[in-house]
């Protein structure tokens, strides 16, 4: 099983640390974040994430959602 690089880990606090920032720009898509920046934005995870390596040259690279806030949840 590989380890998860720190930066990682960083980058993926970072991301939702700063959520709210995202929601002007990126309501409803998904955003990957390497090295505190924002690589790719997409419809979905795996493009976003497909994106951001292709361009960062980078595998481990967190993929967070931004949310309007409207969505619900059950169970």
């Known amino acids: ?21 995202f929601q002007e720009k990126y309501m ?3 955003v990957a974040v390497c090295n505190k920046k924002v690589v790719a934005v997409a419809e ?3 493009t ?6 292709k361009k960062t040259g980078i595998k481990e690279i967190p993929v967070v959602f931004v949310e309007s806030g409207q969505n619900i949840y059950s169970n």
């Open 44 to 46: 979905g995870p795996i």
């Open 1 to 21: 099983m590989e380890k998860i690089p720190k930066r990682f880990w960083e980058d993926d606090k970072w991301a939702h640390a700063h959520l709210g920032d």
């Open 28 to 30: 409803e898509k998904w």
């Open 48 to 53: 976003a994430r497909k994106i951001a390596q």
